[in-house]
């Protein structure tokens, strides 16, 4: 079992899964150069992806999409209207269209709605051996999403933005509106405690998508643990980076899996 967060930011996202078997790509918005690199020091070639996922069509989130394509043909996976929104260089025999839960090989993938400012977003619950879900481009956690955070072993969560350092920052009105709205990010406090409703505490959890203007990773770990702590709720939490991989704890994959494979 791995997780990866390959990168994670306004400048590019992409997170690695392999669970039972089954090896998959969840966006692709940095190069395909940077996504083989990263994939090989997982020990994993590009080409042996089962499968793309797609939560959204902004570029951020498929910048990579149609070198990765072109190269490898994998098949893509997203909601009809996401997949509509793609450059016309990416065959269309390659997307799937997908609309509740489907198999992939040894793994249930179940994309859930979320609210973004795009076609129709989602994020992904992948459950095999164990659970792990995707979160990110939200503007608010709705019953829906907190519904299927539940039961996560490992979840990447969006914790883009302080409110307050935003709201001083250098971002035009209509852009900090747009962000702060019920289709924009997820802020700190509000990632923090959608991990404290939940009835089971994921044994580890990433925070993501931060932005690199209206947060800090030292502010968004504080702000999340001291809610968490307040709360009577341990979780260890990474803070993942639009430059550099980061990857599942060792220890918490030996407790959930005997071993990464």
């Known amino acids: 079992m791995q997780v990866s967060v390959l990168a994670s930011g306004s400048k590019g996202n992409a997170v690695f899964v392999a669970m039972d078997g089954v090896r998959l790509l969840i966006d692709a918005g940095i190069s395909a150069t940077r996504i083989k690199k990263a994939l090989a020091a997982e020990g994993v070639e590009a080409a042996d992806l089962d499968a793309v996922l797609l939560t959204h069509e902004h570029s951020d989130h498929i910048a990579g999409l149609r070198t990765l394509t072109k190269w490898y043909r994998l098949p893509i996976y997203s909601r009809a209207a996401t997949l509509a929104h793609l450059p016309r260089e990416i065959p269309r025999a390659l997307c799937h269209a997908v609309e509740g839960s489907f198999r992939l090989a040894g793994v249930q993938v179940l994309p859930f709605s979320v609210p973004h400012d795009a076609a129709d977003p989602v994020g992904y619950r992948i459950t095999g051996g164990q659970q792990v879900t995707t979160c990110t481009d939200l503007g608010f ?62 044994q580890q959890v990433f925070l993501a998508h931060l932005s690199a203007e209206n947060n800090r990773p030292e502010l968004a770990r504080e702000t999340v643990e001291t809610i968490l702590a307040r709360q009577g709720v341990s979780v260890p939490i990474t803070v993942t980076s639009q430059e550099q991989p980061v990857r599942l704890h060792e220890t918490v994959a030996t407790y959930l899996w005997g071993e990464t494979s």
Request: hydrophobic share 45%; net charge positive; no cysteine.
């Open 141 to 202: 956690v709705t019953s829906t999403v907190q519904a299927a955070l539940e039961g996560s072993d490992v979840l990447v969560l969006e914790a883009n933005h302080d409110p307050a350092v935003l709201k001083e920052g250098r971002y035009p009105w209509p852009l900090k509106r747009r962000i702060l709205g019920t289709r924009g990010h997820l802020a700190n406090a509000d990632a923090a405690w959608a991990i404290a409703r939940l009835k089971r505490a994921p």
